[in-house]
């Protein structure tokens, strides 16, 4: 598996390089050896944060950990890496992504496959509109994300609201 860092204000030392280096590695007996570890360690208000970020055939795998320590933060992201794994796993066996594995690294049991239900649906029309009339309606009606065809560019956008409380916006190309 290639590793990549990535320091955005926090200095990454050489033994945290060797830990989640090590950590990390211990994944690469779900993936193959074409594998990419992008590791993004950055600090903010002295909060540390680490987004570790999987890419193996086209499947991505993310997690991101926030805490006062980094070298807590590998620890905290590596489980939810793995629980993602785990989670699909019966798809990547059937493909043959994934070898199977009987012990798991960094959780102690097999999360329960249950889908949720679609317990809702909507319908509506694509009435050309402006990212920023887009915008409007996010907060009027306090969702998280708004389906909408722009008016500029006549492609259907979703705009969604990030973590951080800035836009997101995408464009769907058909």
Do not use: W
Not at 111 to 136: G, H, M, R
């Amino acid at each position: 598996m290639k590793i990549e860092f990535v320091e955005r204000n926090y200095k990454i030392s050489k033994k945290l390089k060797e830990i989640i280096t090590e950590k990390v590695e211990r994944l690469s007996k779900y993936f193959g050896a074409d594998a990419r570890a992008k590791v993004v360690c950055s600090e903010q208000n002295k909060t540390q944060k680490l987004e570790l970020t999987i890419v193996n055939k086209g499947t991505l795998y993310r997690s991101e950990v926030t805490s006062d320590e980094m070298f807590n933060n590998i620890d905290l992201a590596l489980p939810k890496i793995e629980r993602q794994i785990v989670r699909h796993k019966d798809k990547r066996i059937a493909s043959s992504r994934v070898k199977e594995v009987n012990a798991y690294e960094f959780i102690t049991e097999e999360p329960e496959e249950k889908l949720a239900d679609v317990y809702k649906t909507k319908s509506f029309d694509l009435d050309p509109i402006s990212v920023d009339q887009a915008k409007d309606y996010i907060e009027r009606l306090g969702h998280t994300f708004f389906i909408f065809l722009n008016a500029e560019t006549g492609k259907v956008n979703v705009l969604y609201r990030r973590k951080d409380q800035k836009f997101g916006l995408i464009e769907v190309n058909y």
